[in-house]
């Protein structure tokens, strides 16, 4: 998830003032819960999918589909979906979602999905709302700025997306709608501490390179009533502790210049038990794949 150098300064600087003592923390971790922000992702789950699957990849391995189906506002989602050979049915599936700016098939994605293939996973990538095959417009992501609604939108749009993505792998024979887990790496961790509280079917959620707090980006205007009421319906502070009963995992780097660390324990210290937070002695941008992937894939063989 990036931010401007600006955007960065200040959130040190806001960091350094949250350590202080407990009443900053307690005024930092104030959310909008009084809002009935989870039943803004309320939606008719019997509009038709009008789904499409294409067959891109067959080895004696495994299997790569294309998929298309319908979301709600009419959007069209663009996904791939990888399934394991030789492997028994129903498949447990993992959705792996992307970061700000990239798309479902980008090389650390793509990492993760053939770890997770090899160990009998079945992966499911989607492109989060206006990224990769879903891209029109080339405005910058910027909750604060000019497009701040339309950046808000590419959150909560994606997270019906992903509700619409739980529906289409229940139609799905080969896969197993009880046994759905999620890993979303930085924006796709954001949007999926939102998605994971909103839906129970996921069993397993991992969210890598998130945090919560998002008014924290209006610098001297992160206090306002009107910076955490704009956040509200997107703020992972206000969804996360409904995760719980099921096992949450944060994957977190201890140097990260993007989401700082601050963030990512305001999060963890919201989510209720059980929980599990691991540091890496890493920047956002190089955490070693193999081992932060390698922590979810324990945790899915563990959990799921």
Not at 38 to 52: C, F, H, R, T
Not at 213 to 226: I, M, R, S
């Amino acid at each position: 998830m990036k931010f401007s150098k600006k955007k960065q300064i200040w959130l040190i600087v806001i960091t350094f003032i949250g350590l202080f003592g407990f009443a900053i923390f307690h005024f930092f971790s104030d959310t909008q819960e009084g809002l009935p922000v989870i039943k803004y992702y309320e939606y008719d789950q019997v509009i038709p999918l009008n789904d499409s699957v294409e067959v891109i990849i067959d080895t004696t391995s495994f299997k790569l589909l294309s998929v298309n189906y319908t979301s709600v506002n009419s959007r069209k989602v663009t996904a791939l979906l990888s399934l394991p050979k030789n492997v028994s049915s129903p498949l447990p599936v993992i959705i792996l979602m992307h970061g700000l700016g990239d798309h479902k098939s980008v090389d650390y994605v793509e990492f993760g999905n053939d770890l997770f293939l090899k160990n009998g996973y079945a992966v499911m990538r989607i492109d989060i709302s206006g990224h990769g095959d879903r891209k029109r417009e080339a405005f910058d992501f910027d909750l604060t700025g000019p497009y701040k609604y339309w950046s808000r939108s590419i959150i909560s749009q994606t997270v019906f997306d992903l509700r619409r993505t739980i529906d289409f792998i229940e139609t799905q024979k080969e896969l197993d709608p009880n046994r759905i887990g999620y890993y979303g790496i930085s924006l796709g961790g954001i949007i999926g501490a939102v998605f994971c509280g909103v839906d129970e079917r996921i069993k397993v959620p991992i969210v890598a390179l998130a945090g919560g707090q998002l008014n924290l980006l209006y610098e001297l205007d992160a206090f306002t009533k009107d910076a955490k009421d704009f956040v509200s319906i997107i703020e992972p502070l206000n969804f996360v502790s409904q995760i719980s009963p099921r096992p949450f995992l944060m994957l977190n780097a201890k140097n990260d210049e993007i989401v700082p660390p601050t963030m990512s324990k305001l999060l963890y210290n919201k989510a209720e038990e059980p929980k599990k937070i691991i540091w890496y002695n890493a920047k956002h941008r190089d955490a070693p794949l193999n081992i932060i992937y390698g922590d979810g894939l324990n945790w899915f063989n563990k959990n799921l």
